[in-house]
DNA sequence: GTCGACCACTTGTCCGGTCGAGTGACCACC
DNA sequence: GGTGGTCACTCGACCGGACAAGTGGTCGAC
């Protein structure tokens, strides 16, 4: 096979020529461009072409476009740091007997915030499979997964032995459901006297709580991660930018 | 002044045009748009101007496109619930004495993750102002924003008066520094003495502890927000898409 | 029933052209 | 020195055309 074949689009390339050469300083922070024409002529292309590649550029970060004036260089655009989503960790997560133990798993009664977040009633019934995160050997962190009975029955959800590929992926598999979109809580609050013997914590200890829902498509709740993160293990970082 | 002036661009009617009837039904979800050549016809517009309009709808998620096949209604996107960003509502907001109150303001020495965040050595000098922040009367919040010297010379951010427009809106003014980025590291810990005091916490309370910096465009440090957040008071909302 | 060819339809890429709107520099006039 | 007009340059919107690549249905041959 040719390389030829594997040629990305004009327009793509010129993306890529220009993003390389802000990066190598050769197209410095601040500075303009060249113009519109000026790449028409460089890069053998149609203005269109041309436009759309900057387009692209400006959509990304990389450039500034002023009208009348010229494109100017913003800088390599900072990819967000993707922040650490613990509830999407927590519920994609597989389960490896090296790093993670599952605790219990079964139907279990639902109250308070997870309840809320289930939208089932209080004392409900619904499955539940709870593992300790171990790094090193030590517990540093707590996840239980909540899933409404409809949404687990015919899964092994409720089996303590362990689902190697996890459960989003045996969910996904098994009943074919899809999440779409995450919504979480995230709160400081003590430790109770269950995490803290669990998570062998001391009496008292700050933890970051968070509970996370998983949606469909269709915005029904497919599961909710309950993930309790000791205060003096865990950091979340995010980046975003300024309005 | 004629309507006429007013008008958006043509493919910016025809995307509003295809939202409208996304959102009223006429659309569906799942089915398939007109083709584009149908849709040159119908919006009387060339066909890259209907294109334009339709990767645009793309790009943001109402309808997916497919070579050969046509395009397909996604549905409403759902607006990512904008986190709310402690550490840039802690920089941005206005300084309203019916809410908040400064307790105090000047020089002083950096230490531990303040001073990581600013990049300065232990113990370096820094504009501090500290304000907190009352709901209904009661003490809900404690920032403190920290500048670098170089930042807040000329400015009235040393001074214990308030600054009605806000600290970032006055450095924009006066220093015509623009943020561009803000990373935030986010905790559980326990309140210190100071912040118990400050705050009217009980001993041992456990607090969401933020530790913003506020970043221009060359990722120049123009800001620290230190955000403490009482765990019983707060708790932080975020939505996104699942991977 | 299966497979391949063909066809109509569809989107993806690319080109070239025109006109409008905006910017900044320069120059003439007051 | 200030103001207004002009000009060259620049990006924004829009159009139309051509060819490539992909999809799905139909039909004929085996």
Redo the contacts with the bound molecule.
Sequence with gaps: MSSLEF???????IVHAIQERIQDGTYPVGE?????????RE??????????A??IL?LQGWIE???????FVRGIPQVAAERSHAGASAFDASEDPKSSRITNAGRESVAGPIADALGLPEGSPAIMRRRLVLIAGEPSELVTLWFPLDVASGTDLDDGRVISIGAREHLQMVKKVRPARITERLSARLATEQETALLSLDEGTPVLGIVARILDASDNVIAVADVVLPGDLHELEDSYPAA
Excluded: N, W
């Excluded at 040629?7 to 390339?13: D, E, H, I, L």
């Excluded at 476009?65 to 494109?71: C, D, K, Q």
């Design positions: 040629a990305p689009p004009k327009y793509v390339q303009k461009l060249p113009s519109e024409s000026r790449m028409v890069f053998g292309a149609g203005r269109s072409t041309v436009v759309r900057l387009q400006s476009r002023e009208h009348g004036r010229g494109s």
